[in-house]
Nanobody, 123 residues
Framework: VQLQASGGGLVQTGDSLRLSCVAS????????MGWFRQAPGKERESVAS????????YYQASVEGRFTISRDNRKNTVYLQMNSLKPEDTAVYYC?????????????????WGQGTQVTVSS
């Protein structure tokens, strides 16, 4: 499985972006998916994750209520809708496919990663 992330860009505080991540194979539908981000000089962190069927989701506290993760297994695609963006959301965002069907925030359980998409929020 390969993952292709897109949708990043340069926006202003308060704007919205929707990231998309397309998987190359249908086996995507059996895997939990996650979005992670890494800001300059900081460690990679889990932003949101979703179970294989979308029935369970997790959000990092700093994005709860602003970001929404969703998936469309018919399109092999997972999304991250980001609203009310803040400068501290600036980072490279990565999508990843877990080896589990249940959601997880443990990056070591994500063997497959996309290439990353840059999100920059100006103040």
């Amino acid at each position: 499985v390969q993952l292709q992330a897109s949708g990043g860009g340069l926006v202003q505080t308060g704007d919205s972006l929707r990231l998309s991540c397309v998987a190359s194979r249908r086996t995507f539908s059996n895997n939990a998916m996650g979005w992670f981000r890494q800001a300059p000089g900081k460690e990679r962190e889990s932003v949101a994750s979703i179970s294989w069927n979308g029935g369970s989701t997790y959000y990092q506290a700093s994005v709860e209520g602003r970001f929404t993760i969703s998936r469309d297994n018919r399109k092999n695609t997972v999304y991250l809708q980001m609203n009310s963006l803040k400068p501290e959301d600036t980072a490279v965002y990565y999508c990843a496919a877990a080896r589990t069907s249940a959601l997880t925030t443990r990056s070591e359980l994500y063997p497959i990663w996309g290439q990353g998409t840059q999100v920059t929020v100006s103040s």
